[in-house]
């Protein structure tokens, strides 16, 4: 049910940021009036879509060390995914529910857990990563992750994040995701010495897939 959603995100969630004892009143005020001034600034650019943007004022604002606002913890999740970093996303959402678990961020979490599986890829040399999905999700979102992590893969030789459920190959291993299982995905001159040409896979049951109910 929603309302256990709810209940078990605040109860696990922690707020982040706290008000730093060795502030003077006068510098706590000050720094309170900063993220008040960064938060403002931060929903004028969403409602622009201008994500660069916010990204960097979102990074101002955590580094005051104060609490951030729920809503703009939100806006930086919506940021993160137009990028295609879903762990940034999960991160964020995470953050908003030691706020305020509102539907939408329950929702969505909801999502990521039962739909998405966390991915760790490495490659030994960049040109043999190449990762592949055998069928591209239809979903906007979901395909513009799978696209984000494969010019990752290519451009770094390595992947860590979150991809949609499906069947996936990376350097001629066939691998598939699984919500609630972590996948691991290695291909490199270590294994290789100890004898094994093989990839090595490595599949363990989440924590974070359990404990979330929705209607």
Do not use: C
Not at 34 to 63: C, P
Not at 79 to 92: F, P
Not at 121 to 143: C, E, F, G, I
Not at 194 to 206: C, D, K, M, N, Q
């Amino acid at each position: 049910m929603l309302m256990l959603s709810l209940s078990l995100l605040l109860l696990a969630t922690p707020v982040f940021g706290a008000e730093p004892t060795e502030m003077s009143a006068a510098e706590l005020a000050a720094t309170k009036a900063e993220v008040d001034r960064l938060s403002g600034e931060i929903k004028t650019l969403a409602s622009r879509q201008v994500w660069g943007g916010v990204e960097r004022k979102y990074r101002q604002a955590l580094a005051l060390g104060l609490v951030v606002p729920g809503d703009v913890h939100l806006i930086a999740a919506y940021s993160a995914r137009d990028r295609g970093d879903l762990i940034a996303v999960y991160d964020r959402l995470t953050r908003a529910a030691g706020h305020a678990a509102s539907k939408e961020v329950v929702d969505w979490l909801w999502d990521l857990d039962h739909n998405f599986g966390r991915v760790t890829l490495k490659a030994d040399r960049k040109r043999t990563a190449a990762l592949t999905a055998d069928m591209m999700p239809l979903d906007p979102n979901r395909r513009q992750a799978v696209e984000a992590a494969i010019l990752q893969a290519k451009a770094a030789g390595k992947f860590k994040g979150l991809l949609p459920r499906g069947s996936y190959n990376f350097s001629g291993q066939d691998f598939r995701v699984e919500p609630g299982i972590s996948v691991r995905v290695e291909v490199s001159a270590k294994v290789r010495r100890h004898g094994i040409t093989a990839p090595t896979i490595v599949y363990h049951e989440l924590p974070t897939a359990k404990g979330q109910e929705r209607d």
